[in-house]
């Protein structure tokens, strides 16, 4: 019996020179892929950068996809790998970070009445380091601890550790917020 | 609600959708890269340099060492002849791979050529098989040989060519079962979940070393086997043979006996073949030189 084509079928097939299943991965997948770009850049216009960038890329990919691992990891392992890539091009931190007031804007116009939480969310990723936010664009986008220590390469405790950091990085901007 | 929830839930809220001209776009160059990029056009070396460095040996290693009593290649070749290797640094390149060989790894070797999508698994079997056998592929090619370095270790090659985009999976509830062989054999061979199971295909052959996707067996229809080119087929199933057990030299594996390296390089040098794109040639002479000879 067989089902819908999975993504690994897909894969291979893609790797194989099947173009219109490299094209159905890829259009299968690209709206996460897009999102997953936001969720690490805040800025819409960086996140269509980095999406062309993954884009341009994985045909060159293809060749690493053996199908032991996910195609969803190996796709987001892709997409880390290429805003690491992105990060190293830019020259100052202050550029790094700017487009978290797309974000911002994009808040204030979704929902007027959460200016301060957008203020503190804005200033929570601006402070957030780079393998901290990388951790939470995973973990928020429903991947296991596993999984984002399989593409990020490290351990599932390491994984976890960060969670925490994370947690206790958001609550102490919270608190220096309701102080001030 | 804690902080991360409430990180999370604004995330989730602020994530706009693609914009639709930037995403045909992307498409658009994703597609002209890969156009650019197909297999075919990736050198044989370049192909194997990229495999070399994602191979990791233990897994694969583990899963052999259960299975080496038989297996299963597909070394199916296409009109269209690969570059040559010409780079000294092949060798080099030669020289690791088998310094880590596996049966997957042999594979690999043999089976560079641009192929087309074609799956394979390993059948362990505990009788020699002889004439022809049945097995439940769509379209296959299925010879079994005695291996070179035993006469109560067999080889069994079968390819399949399955239509369309998607290959031939398996699953567990399959891989448990008897599976025949054939009626005109008469045996049956039991496919134990340490199948191995090979992908072929234009970027080279890949070990599968978990089952995947659906189930294509579709009861016990049997079909004859059909060999398209019996003549040639069986020298390139001869070759690999030596391949594979040189590959297994390399590890000092203990069911060679004192077959050794040398007797592989004889071996496959009796079976050059026709060896119509050169490619015996040149792991023949990867072989001698990783051999010393």
Not at chain 2, 264 to 283: K, M, V
Request: hydrophobic share 45%; proline share 4%.
């Amino acid at each position: 019996m067989r089902m819908t084509t999975s993504d690994t079928e897909l894969a291979k097939a893609a790797a194989s020179g099947d173009g219109a299943a490299f094209a159905s991965l890829l259009a299968r997948h690209y709206d996460r892929l897009f999102a997953f770009c936001f969720r690490i850049t805040g800025s819409r216009s960086e996140a269509e950068d980095l999406t062309q960038d993954i884009c341009a890329a994985l045909p060159a990919k293809l060749s690493s996809f053996d199908g032991r691992a996910a195609v969803t990891t190996w796709l987001y392992r892709v997409a880390v790998n290429a805003a690491h890539d992105q990060r190293r091009k830019r020259t100052t931190y202050s550029k790094a970070t700017a487009g978290w007031g797309d974000w911002e804007r994009a808040r204030v116009a979704d929902n007027a009445d959460a200016d301060d939480q957008i203020s503190w969310l804005h200033a929570a990723m601006n402070q957030l380091p780079d393998d901290l936010r990388d951790t939470l664009a995973l973990v928020f986008d429903e991947m296991t601890h596993a999984q984002a220590a399989e593409i990020l390469g490290v351990s599932e405790g390491t994984i976890s550790w960060r969670i925490s950091q994370a947690k206790k990085a958001l609550r102490a901007i919270h608190d220096k917020e309701e102080q001030g | 609600m804690d902080d991360l929830d409430q990180l999370k839930s604004a995330l989730d809220r602020a994530t706009p959708q693609p914009d639709p001209a930037a995403k045909a776009a992307h498409l658009a160059l994703a597609m002209q890269n890969f156009e650019r990029m197909k297999p075919a056009e990736i050198s044989w070396f370049e192909r194997l340099r990229a495999r070399m460095t994602l191979r990791s040996g233990g897994a694969v290693a583990g899963s052999l060492t259960v299975c080496i009593g038989a297996l299963l290649l597909v070394l199916p070749q296409t009109p269209d002849a690969p570059e040559m290797p010409q780079s000294p640094a092949l060798l080099q390149t030669a020289d690791d791979l088998f310094a880590e060989s596996s049966m997957a790894d042999a594979a690999e070797i043999t089976g560079m050529a641009p192929l087309g999508r074609t799956m394979a698994g390993a059948v362990p079997v505990d009788a020699p098989l002889t004439g022809q056998l049945d097995m439940l592929f769509n379209s296959r090619s299925v010879m079994s040989i005695q291996a070179p370095w035993s006469s109560d270790t067999w080889l069994v090659f079968v390819s399949t060519s399955p239509s369309g985009n998607t290959g031939i999976s398996f699953d567990e509830t399959v891989l448990a079962k008897p599976v025949n062989l054939g009626g005109a054999s008469g045996l049956s061979a039991q496919i134990s979940s340490n199948l191995l199971v090979f992908e072929v295909n234009t970027a080279g052959v890949d070990l599968i070393s978990e089952p995947i996707g659906d189930v294509l067996f579709e009861g016990d229809d049997s079909q004859p086997i059909q060999l398209d080119r019996p003549g040639q087929d069986m020298e390139l199933v001869q070759f690999a043979a030596a391949v594979i057990g040189f590959s297994q030299a390399t590890q000092g594996q203990t069911e060679l006996g004192d077959w050794g390296m040398t007797d592989a390089i004889t071996f496959a040098a009796e079976h050059l073949g026709t060896d119509p794109s050169g490619q015996r040639t040149a792991i023949l002479a990867q072989m001698r030189a990783i051999a010393g000879q």
